[in-house]
């Protein structure tokens, strides 16, 4: 392999700037591509919003205008923007299992903090509109970053099929991944069944994956007399890979699994979190007891007052 000069600092600065360069030519094609769009919701689209979807989109101007487009019919209909902890104060055990930490990592980043095992008492569309709250605020907060704004701690330890129904899963990861792309930067679950992360490795095909449901495991278990314990197992497995075939490459590459008894995957929080602010829950030192929802329904109220989410916004910021 022949001599390859050093790049110098000058030069490496040059290839940025033209990359931004090029950046902001494919975001100029998209804007012209929206046409007068962007002058019914010019706060949501913005330079940065359009860069996120475009990353999403792997650069493809045609996907992004796609995805953006699609994005503000869903805007139109559902208009995120206009919901307020007041249509959500009710919901005191669905903030506890889902919300906003009051510490950032490493990197500045918010952080989301889920505790999947408490079962919610919440309908299917007030956990939609939970969820949709809490990423209208992410996305409000981000509004000044290129990407990968928000760490994603999930606590499952004590998870059952039953605590998170698929449903509420695919509808979540939907809206995710096609009207907020670009928010999450890594997702980690922590203390998950080990089996979780071994077919989340191994199993691609989501094809081969419910053939193996279907026909194998009912073999085994008649021959083998396998336990009830291993069947609950196998719709574990089926459960992981039918949920996994709704997440697109991008948000796949950001899960990293985590575990309280293994001090090497725990090397990840500790890189990502100052351990004095993390709660000792997910291995931390802070000393902070619970969750205090008077004090968290104060710093939404404050959230919403900047971002100007009521009830009678018009929808189109």
Excluded at 89 to 107: F, G, I, P, Q, S
Excluded at 179 to 185: K, R, S, W
Excluded at 231 to 246: E, G, P, T, V, W
Aim: proline share 3%; hydrophobic share 35%; charged share 25%.
């Amino acid at each position: 392999m022949g001599y390859q000069p050093k790049q110098t600092r000058s030069e490496a600065a040059q290839l940025e700037w033209l990359f931004s360069q090029e950046q902001q030519e494919k975001v100029n094609e998209v804007r012209d591509l929206l046409g007068a769009l962007t002058e019914e919701m010019p706060s949501f689209l913005s330079d940065t919003t359009i860069r996120r979807f475009l990353r999403a989109r792997n650069w493809s101007t045609e996907q992004a205008t796609k995805g953006l487009k699609e994005t503000v019919k869903w805007r139109r209909e559902y208009r995120p923007d206009a919901i307020s902890w007041e249509d959500i104060a009710e919901m005191e055990d669905e903030a506890k299992r889902t919300h906003v930490a009051d510490y950032l990592d490493k990197n500045g980043r918010s952080v989301l903090v889920s505790n999947v095992p408490m079962k919610s008492k919440a309908s299917f569309k007030d956990q939609i509109k939970h969820l949709v709250y809490l990423l209208e605020y992410f996305a409000t907060n981000s509004a000044n970053e290129q990407d990968d704004y928000v760490v994603w701690l999930t606590d499952f330890r004590g998870w059952s099929i039953s605590s998170t129904p698929f449903s509420i899963t695919r509808e979540s990861m939907h809206i995710i991944q096609n009207y907020y792309p670009g928010l999450i930067a890594v997702a980690i679950p922590f203390d998950p069944p080990r089996i979780f992360e071994s077919f989340w490795k191994v199993y691609k095909d989501s094809t081969l994956c419910c053939s193996l449901h279907t026909n194998f495991f009912p073999v085994i278990m008649r021959i083998s007399n396998v336990s009830c314990s291993d069947f609950i197992i196998s719709s574990h497995f089926l459960y992981l890979q039918i949920a996994k075939k709704f997440i697109q490459q991008h948000m796949k590459e950001k899960v990293k699994f985590v575990y309280a008894s293994n001090a090497e995957s725990m090397k990840i929080i500790e890189d990502l979190f100052d351990l004095d602010t993390l709660e000792p829950s997910f291995g931390g030192r802070s000393t902070t007891t619970s969750f205090d929802i008077n004090k968290y329904a104060e710093r939404m109220r404050r959230a919403d007052k900047v971002r100007g989410a009521s009830r009678n916004a018009n929808g189109y910021n």
